[in-house]
């Protein structure tokens, strides 16, 4: 970073109908929510050009992140309300946090490493058409939905434990900051409730008042975490291992694309292709013992998403199986509905000749 470029461009000519624009941007000052404006801002110059004219881009935001920086540091005042409350919220929410405690395939290291890979899971679309329909019976996002049952399924892989922490991605633009460009997510702490033999409607209740309470609270939380002295331990992230993320990667570019193709001819080819997933499966970066990353599926589509896991804890068969056990735990919620008892919603699938099965 000291040394750059944090954004990088190639044009790649294939041949002369075959062009890839190649561009890799650094976390540090690009998040999911400013990819879209780069490559929406990309694809309307590509059709201006097409057209014959300059590029009709908008004006810059009048808020830039220079200003996103000065409102939070004057947000971390120790004696304004805002903090103080922030502070008292995160104070509760983080006592006495227990760590995730997934059987290893290999003993912990003192030091947790990066070591990673991934694979991949498919949702289909009628299993999470069906389980959507639960989540909203109880008002819930898609996110809390599917956050509320990966945190089931570890806290029953970790001996039914009665909660666990996921780690929830928090976006600090508020409506005037909307079209800034930068780095402004967070992780935030969720603390998910399966005490007291829970139906699956009580944990999605649960979850739905978490998620609002951390958004409530979740600005300036690494400064509130700071001010709370918390000390890590080495050999895992701190706050929590494992995260949920549901990425919005709907770039609104179809009528664009249609439009460009309507002046190059129906025989050109135009499409987008956005990822922050390592090309490679088997190397990847961890930041966590495991997480978890949706897209939000096209209607009618299924859902994608990878899980990336830390090599140096888990085996690709040990991940495999709790993939398969997700798919399998949001089919049964998305068929048994928010009465049934999470401790009664399945991990395998009983197959006719009475075997059970990962699916």
């Known amino acids: 970073m000291e040394e750059g470029p944090l954004i990088w461009a190639r044009l790649v000519i294939l041949s002369p109908e075959d062009v890839t624009l190649l561009l890799v941007v650094h976390h540090a000052i690009?998040?999911?929510?400013s990819c879209k404006s780069i490559v929406s801002e990309i694809m309307t110059a590509y059709s201006d050009r097409i057209e014959g004219r300059e590029p009709s881009l908008e004006p810059r935001a009048v808020i830039q992140y220079s200003d996103y920086s000065v409102a939070q540091r004057k947000w971390l005042d120790p004696n304004g309300e805002r903090f103080v409350n922030s502070l008292m919220y995160w104070k509760d929410q983080l006592a006495d946090l227990k760590p995730i405690d997934l059987p290893l395939d290999r003993p912990r290291a003192p030091v947790l490493s990066n070591k990673g890979a991934i694979i991949h899971v498919t949702i289909?679309?009628?299993v999470i058409d069906a389980v959507r329909?639960?989540?909203?019976?109880?008002?819930?996002?898609?996110?809390?939905?599917i956050s509320s049952l990966?945190?089931?399924l570890l806290a029953r892989h970790s001996g039914d434990a009665s909660e666990i922490v996921v780690g929830m991605p928090f976006n600090s633009r508020n409506h005037k900051m909307y079209e800034m460009q930068g780095d402004v997510i967070n992780l935030l702490p969720l603390r998910l409730d399966f005490s007291g033999?829970?139906?699956?409607?009580?944990?999605?209740?649960?979850?739905n008042k978490d998620v609002q309470d951390a958004i409530k609270y979740g600005d300036g939380f690494a400064g509130v975490v700071m001010r709370l002295g918390i000390v890590p331990d080495p050999s895992r992230t701190p706050l929590f291992d494992t995260v949920m993320i549901l990425q919005?990667?709907?770039?609104?570019t179809d009528s664009m694309k249609a439009?460009?193709?309507?002046?190059?001819?129906?025989a050109a080819e135009v499409d987008v292709i956005s990822t922050g997933h390592p090309l490679m499966d088997d190397v990847a970066r961890s930041n966590f013992e495991i997480s978890c990353e949706f897209s939000t599926p096209d209607p009618g589509s299924d859902m994608e998403g990878v899980i990336t896991y830390n090599t140096d804890l888990f085996d690709k068969d040990s991940i495999q199986k709790i993939a398969d056990s997700y798919v399998t735990l949001l089919h049964e919620a998305g068929r048994l509905g928010v009465t049934s008892k999470v401790r009664d919603l399945p991990l395998l699938t009983t197959k006719p000749d009475s075997t059970m099965t990962a699916v």
Do not use: Y
């Open 124 to 126: 289909p679309f009628d």
């Open 150 to 152: 990966w945190g089931l």
């Open 30 to 33: 690009c998040d999911a929510h």
């Open 259 to 266: 439009n460009i193709l309507s002046k190059v001819g129906t």
């Open 197 to 207: 033999d829970p139906t699956f409607g009580n944990v999605l209740e649960r979850t």
């Open 248 to 252: 919005d990667n709907q770039v609104s």
């Open 133 to 145: 329909k639960v989540f909203h019976a109880k008002s819930c996002t898609l996110f809390m939905g």
